[in-house]
């Protein structure tokens, strides 16, 4: 059975651009959820996604945002990039109530 | 407001001992607690999680242990193997927010041969 998947595993932007980056959950997942890792703020909950519904939201600014499709794959934007916006995202999928598995995420530096 | 805190950074133990990892919370409305193993620039691994309903679980050398009480977890690895070494994040979740987990800072384990 196939992991989650992101795509791509690294990204170079310069401030001002606007990026997207993809998830592909575990076939059969619905749930697909987004954290920023920073070394300052750690693992930090973005936002959730359940059959192209977003669930739950965490604090972050209004230009991040995301969008699930029909076939449970994701996608986050991040616009107007800033060099805070530095880190690594990671992307989970979930099937039930538990059972969460992560990605390798994508590793989005600016410049 | 950092509502799961793992107050040691960094761990070190000899091989074939005991590894403990704690991690602290303050929301009594949690419900699920889970232990992710990471390596730099991948994704975490899931090691083993633990229902608010119990107080104690098992899965080969990693038991997790919950006391609602003192709102307080840890993680112990019996033994200890350098292929352990890598920093461990536990992270909590509230019933009714579905995916959202909230992670501790992680503590970094390193067993030395």
């Known amino acids: 059975k196939a992991g989650v998947t992101q795509t791509p595993r690294y990204l170079i932007k310069t401030r001002g651009q606007q990026v997207t980056l993809s998830c592909s959950p575990i076939s059969g997942h619905r749930s697909v959820s987004w954290y920023q890792q920073t070394p300052g703020q750690g693992l930090q909950f973005l936002f959730e996604y359940f059959s192209e519904t977003q669930r739950n939201k965490g604090n972050f600014p209004g230009r991040f945002s995301g969008r699930q499709f029909s076939n449970s794959r994701s996608e986050m934007n991040v616009s107007t990039l800033e060099l805070g916006d530095s880190a690594l995202y990671l992307c989970?999928?979930?099937?039930?109530?538990?059972?969460?598995?992560f990605g390798s995420g994508t590793r989005l530096t600016v410049v | 407001d950092q509502q799961v805190k793992q107050n040691s950074p960094s761990l070190s133990v000899q091989e074939g001992r005991i590894s403990i990892l704690n991690c602290d919370y303050t929301?009594?409305?949690?419900?699920?607690f889970l232990w992710y193993k990471k390596y730099p620039a991948e994704g975490p691994t899931f090691l083993i999680s633990?229902?608010?309903?119990?107080d104690k679980n098992e899965d080969g050398r990693f038991t997790v242990f919950l006391n609602k009480s003192a709102k307080h977890l840890s993680l112990h690895i019996v033994p200890s193997q350098p292929g352990d070494s890598a920093v461990y994040f536990c992270?909590?979740?509230?019933?009714?927010?579905?995916?959202?987990?909230?992670f501790g800072q992680g503590t970094e384990l390193s067993v030395k041969p």
């Open positions: 989970a999928s979930r099937q039930g109530a538990y059972g969460y598995t």
């Open positions: 633990i229902s608010s309903i119990k």
């Open positions: 929301n009594s409305m949690f419900d699920y």
């Open positions: 992270a909590a979740r509230v019933d009714n927010q579905g995916g959202k987990l909230i």
